[in-house]
């Protein structure tokens, strides 16, 4: 099959969060398995350069409309991870992609505005006719408007559209103008049928037109899709999400194991396996010499997290004074983009310095990460929305049993030790359901329980969690089976 990812990133050349690593390691598994897959990008004057291989114009005459005129873009073409990747680079006074930073500036759903028309544009000029179009998040959001409202009358009959959704936290609500400097009449697409937002009858929604355009919707888990359809975190878009709900599906993501892999993981100290696990307490011991705690015969318990409310910082917070009060260790790998955040931390870093059994890290550190996940015993994951969720998924891997509250992408990937309708070798950590101190004390409790009084079978749930398969193997083949069911719709 012939695929093309349209998206604002893809790691690690342009990688801002998890959609960046969605990219790569989807587009990596279906090319593994024999489908033709590019990626379109912008070409952004922060990407990693030294991460791309070959990379070279292909393309010097492009023009793409913009309101009333055209705007000229090369196109270059470069590998990134043995992955073919075409980037646009516009030239005009606008200078759309070269601000330094991927997204924070007030023009951004018209930055990628003209990416998404610039990309078909780009398809169009070079003849090229995918069977399927994938598109992600707000940004890529456009793409099936105008596929199916402009270019499928200039020739482009044949693409399907897919239509990914990460996060119904940034949904591109813009201003009408959007439509016009793509050449979509206002008058026909500002309608709550279509692309008017659901509380502010004046502006556009550009995930919303993914939504009703797409010949497929996706997002992140089965759980997630539930609760965006049918609750709050929906956030205004559940009704469409309703109204489409028969294209409408969850696809869990996966996680790459070439990266997430104890077995092989360079990062590491001390490799090991279902069948080495002694080789996990060397790196236990590995990080407690990285991070100045004691040897003591306790568990450390961990929060790996972007610290914001998502992540549910103040049960954060909360874990770190119950784990220390209930003879454990504990270490946090975080860093807030909001500053009040990131000052909270800090103080309450210096207020446990003196503790030794407890470090707080406020950074993002991709070295530490692969340390911790490796050396601790559990991870404390509280969300209070989660569409899937890496860090269990990794967790899991390193044999590090994940506390995790029941909502999202959380809830389809941990089952709780005591409560879950699994088998018993299928259960592989603990499960809270309601956001609160209490709820995350029941389930926080019963795993230093068992870690104290129970201990094979403490090594039992790092076992069953272990052996779980949570790569882009099963991911790959749902989201091939949506491509042959679009294909053939
Ligand atoms: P998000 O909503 O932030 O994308 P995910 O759980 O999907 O959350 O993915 C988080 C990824 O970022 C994981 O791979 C995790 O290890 C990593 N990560 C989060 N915070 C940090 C940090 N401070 N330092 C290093 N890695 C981090």
């Known amino acids: 099959m012939y695929i093309v990812m349209t998206s604002s990133e893809c790691a690690p050349v342009a990688k801002v969060g998890g959609l960046g690593d969605v990219i790569q390691g989807l587009s990596y598994e279906l090319s593994v398995r024999g489908n033709h897959v590019e990626v379109i990008l912008p070409k952004y004057d922060c990407m ?13 005459d492009l023009w793409v409309p913009y309101y009333d005129r055209w705007i000229h873009c090369d196109v270059y073409f470069g590998f990134v991870e043995g992955l073919k990747c075409f980037f646009i680079d516009p030239h005009s006074d606008h200078n759309f992609f070269n601000r330094g930073v991927f997204y924070g500036h007030l023009d951004d759903p018209a930055r990628f505005a003209f990416f998404s028309r610039a990309a078909l544009e780009f398809l169009l000029k070079t003849k090229r006719h995918p069977d399927v179009i994938h598109c992600h998040d707000w940004q890529t959001g456009l793409v099936p408007v105008l596929l199916f409202e402009m270019y499928k009358q200039l020739g482009m009959t044949h693409p399907r559209v897919c239509y990914t959704l990460h996060n119904l936290g940034h949904q591109g609500v813009t201003g009408d103008h959007i439509l016009r400097q793509s050449g979509l009449n206002p008058a026909h697409f500002m309608t709550p049928d279509r692309l008017r937002d659901h509380s502010h009858p004046n502006a556009v929604n550009l995930m919303k037109g993914g939504i009703v355009f797409s010949n497929f919707v996706t997002t992140v888990s089965p759980r997630y899709a539930e609760e965006i359809k049918s609750t709050n975190l929906g956030t205004g878009l559940q009704h469409t999400l309703w109204v489409h709900r028969q294209k409408f599906g969850g696809v869990l993501n996966g996680i790459d194991y070439n990266v997430w892999n104890p077995e092989i993981d360079p990062r590491i100290p001390h490799c090991y396996t279902v069948d080495s696990l002694q080789d996990k307490y060397a790196n236990k011991g590995a990080l407690r010499a990285r991070v100045w705690l004691r040897h003591e015969f306790k568990p450390i318990v961990a929060v790996v997290s972007r610290l914001d409310h998502q992540k549910g910082v103040d049960l954060i917070r909360h874990a770190i004074f119950y784990s220390l009060a209930n003879e454990c260790q504990f270490v946090l790998l975080g860093s807030s ?4 955040i990131n000052d909270e931390f800090w103080s309450l870093k210096r207020y446990l310095n003196e503790s030794p059994d407890c470090h707080l890290e406020i950074g993002y550190d991709d070295e530490l990460a692969h340390l911790i996940f490796a050396g601790s015993d559990m991870i404390v994951i509280p969300s209070a929305y989660e569409p899937c969720g890496l860090t269990q998924m990794i967790a899991l891997k390193y044999g590090t049993v994940p506390i995790v509250r029941n909502t999202g992408g959380l809830g389809d990937t941990v089952y709780d030790a005591n409560y879950s309708h699994k088998p018993f070798h ?4 603990y499960v809270f359901n309601d956001y609160n101190r209490e709820g995350l004390e029941s389930a926080l409790r019963r795993a230093i329980g068992l870690w104290f009084d129970y201990p094979v079978y403490f090594r039992q749930l790092m076992v069953n969690g272990m052996r779980l398969d ?8 749902h989201y091939l089976n949506i491509y042959g069911y679009i294909k053939e719709s």
Not at 426 to 429: L, M, T
């Open 426 to 429: 299928e259960r592989n950590g």
């Open 48 to 60: 990693r350069y030294d991460r791309t291989f070959g990379l070279h114009k292909v393309h010097g």
């Open 470 to 477: 949570y790569s882009w193997n099963h991911p790959a083949t």
């Open 337 to 340: 983009p909001e500053p009040r």
